[in-house]
């Protein structure tokens, strides 16, 4: 492969989330949020009923953290704040210092070394405090996330001039609140992933207007939010119901936040037709996805100063039919996935790994919404247990994805300004617990010092960080 020099100021950087390294679940005055108690509650939900109570141990180890970032040689390194570790309860009537100490240190030995925070306020954790009054459910939720996004600015802002407000809003609506198998775990198919996702979006808003009107002037940061998204393309490219199946796909996955922010503070029309049609044949008198008022249109549009994608995988998409049951998200998209068995598996039963499809959404969001500036603020594969160090499989995926990645910028004309791999560390990986592994650096979990310990990406990550160049 010959030299693919990257754009001179890109970002290099790794990704984590508090709840997924942190540990400290109960520590120096942290209140407890909803993958504490979803994950002690058992049942079989996460994989052996593993917790994320003490996860990688950030909390303590943060400076082994810092060892691994200042060995890759980041840029940047994104990261989340645990909001019940700062506000136990969720709202500032009570501020725990320890916690602001925990992130004030982390924030400035960042700084020390050169590296650039990218801050996320919500990465899954809602305090259970707010969980226990309605969550994303509740409307007073939106009001609390602005105090609480205000409160982190003023703290924090003088510092971190790079802020996410909620990462994967459709991850948690869909699987949180809609399916019910991710924390909090209560899904009401058909209405919960659409009602949490409504108020996640004008939480966003409001989090984004609090920092532009209050904030912007003086701390000269930037705002967004982190969408995921797969790429999909039609089963059959021939067919024209596979093609409209598709296009669904991409406007209840990735449009049903991106249109609203980006293009005109509404829902693709896709999703509104769909939806308020299926509402009426079930009898109900008013369609299952809320609206936005006009007022709340102009609130939400244009509310991102970046755009932040997550990308992991690829499908082939046909329509999908079903009969049986009630309401669900899945038969309003109408839209199966389909995922091509020629393409390699990574670690995990879902995640195939089609770098090119990568190329396509990065083209296909420079063209659908308005050519902003993009951060790929997630991208990894996953290694299963027992991982491998000298993981030279994955890095060749790595190496196929930067360069997919490289194309984009040289011969696409998409502005994309940085990379982050996920993850820094064998993290928590949720319902997977510590069965799969992202991490550049592996973590024997298995140790009371949780030691870290480069893969052969990490090491040639490294070299690709320093010269800037896919060599």
Known sequence: MASLKFPESFAWGASTAAYQIE???????KGLNLWDTFTHQGGDRVFKNQTGDVACGSYTLWEEDLKC??????????????????????TTGFINQKGVDYYNKLINELLAINVTPLVTLYHFDLPQALEDQGGWYSGKTIEVFEQYAKFCYSTFGD???????????????????????????????????????????????????????FFKEKQKGAVSIALDSDW?????????????????????????????????????????????????????????????TDEEKK??????????????????IKPLHIKQGGPSFDSDMGAEQIKDPEWPEAGVEWLAVVPWGLRKLLAYIKDTFGDPDIYITENGFAQSEP??????????????????????????????KGYFAWSLLDNFEWISGFSVRFGLFHVDH???NLPRTPYFSAIEYAKIVKGNELI
């Open 23 to 29: 540990g400290g679940w109960d520590a120096d005055g």
């Open 69 to 90: 970032i200042k060995q890759l040689g980041l840029t940047h390194y994104r990261f989340s704040l645990s909001w019940s570790r700062l506000l136990p309860d969720g």
């Open 159 to 213: 510092r971190v001039k790079m802020w996410i407000t909620i990462n994967e809003p459709h991850i948690m609506a869909k699987l949180g609140y809609e399916k019910g198998i991710i924390a909090p775990g209560n899904g009401e198919p058909g209405f919960g992933g659409y009602r949490s996702a409504h108020n996640m979006i004008k939480a966003h808003a409001k989090a984004w207007h609090a920092y532009n009107n």
């Open 232 to 292: 999909a393309e039609p089963l059959d490219p021939n067919s024209m119901d596979d093609k409209e199946a598709c296009e669904r796909y991409l406007k209840f996955r990735l449009n049903w936040f991106a249109e609203p922010i980006y293009i005109d503070g509404d829902y693709p029309a896709v999703m509104k037709s769909e939806i308020s049609r299926k509402s009426k044949e079930e009898g109900l008198m008013t369609s299952r996805l809320s609206e936005f």
């Open 299 to 316: 609130m939400v549009k244009g509310t991102a100063d970046f755009f932040c994608l997550n990308y992991y995988t690829t499908r082939k």
């Open 387 to 416: 991982p491998v160090l000298q993981d030279t499989h994955r890095w060749g995926y790595f190496q196929e994805t930067l360069a997919e990645v490289w194309k984009a910028i040289t011969q696409d004309g998409v502005k994309v």
């Open 446 to 448: 298995n140790q009371p």
